[in-house]
C-alpha cells in the first residue's frame, strides 16, 4: 500500500487549497481515509477521517465547516479541499489509510492508533500568510 500527496503551497489567509493524495496497492473501499497535520513545534493532529466506501466522515473542531473530504474510486484518489485558510492551519499534511477490520477507524485524537496501524503519505506543505 502507497500513499502520496500533492497540491501543498503557499496561499493568502481566506484562500483555498485542494490536496490529493494517491492511494495505490488496495482498494479505497477496503480502507478509512485519514487526513492529519503537524505544524511546527506541535503534535501530529487529526483533521478530518472519512470512508470512502460511503462517505461516512468526521471533522476536528478546526475543520469543520472549513474543510471536506472526497473520493474518486475510478482513479483511487481522494482530496481535501480547504476554504476560508488561516495563517494557523500552516503545517505538513499527510493522508493515511486505516484498515477497516472491526476497529473503530475514527481519527480525531487518535493519532498514535493510526501511526501504529494505518499507512502513511510522506506529507505535503501548507503555508498561508498573513
Known amino acids: 500500500v502507497q500513499l502520496v500527496e500533492s497540491g501543498g503551497g503557499l496561499v493568502q489567509a481566506g484562500g483555498s487549497l485542494r490536496l490529493s493524495c494517491s492511494v495505490s496497492?488496495?482498494?479505497?473501499?477496503?480502507?478509512?481515509i485519514g487526513w492529519f497535520r503537524q505544524a511546527p513545534g506541535k503534535a501530529r493532529e487529526g483533521i478530518a477521517c472519512?470512508?470512502?466506501?460511503?462517505?461516512?466522515?468526521y471533522y476536528s473542531g478546526s475543520a469543520q465547516g472549513r474543510f471536506t473530504t472526497s473520493s474518486d474510486h475510478a482513479k483511487n484518489t481522494v482530496a481535501l479541499q480547504m476554504n476560508r485558510l488561516k495563517p494557523e492551519d500552516t503545517a505538513v499534511y499527510y493522508c493515511?489509510?486505516?484498515?477497516?477490520?472491526?476497529?473503530?477507524?475514527?481519527?480525531?485524537?487518535?493519532?498514535?492508533?493510526?501511526?501504529?496501524?494505518?499507512?502513511w503519505g510522506q506529507g505535503t506543505q501548507v503555508t498561508v500568510s498573513s
Open positions: 493515511a489509510s486505516f484498515p477497516i477490520d472491526g476497529r473503530s477507524w475514527y481519527c480525531i485524537g487518535r493519532e498514535d492508533i493510526w501511526a501504529s496501524s494505518g499507512t
Open positions: 496497492g488496495i482498494s479505497l473501499g477496503d480502507v478509512a
Open positions: 472519512f470512508t470512502p466506501s460511503d462517505g461516512s466522515a
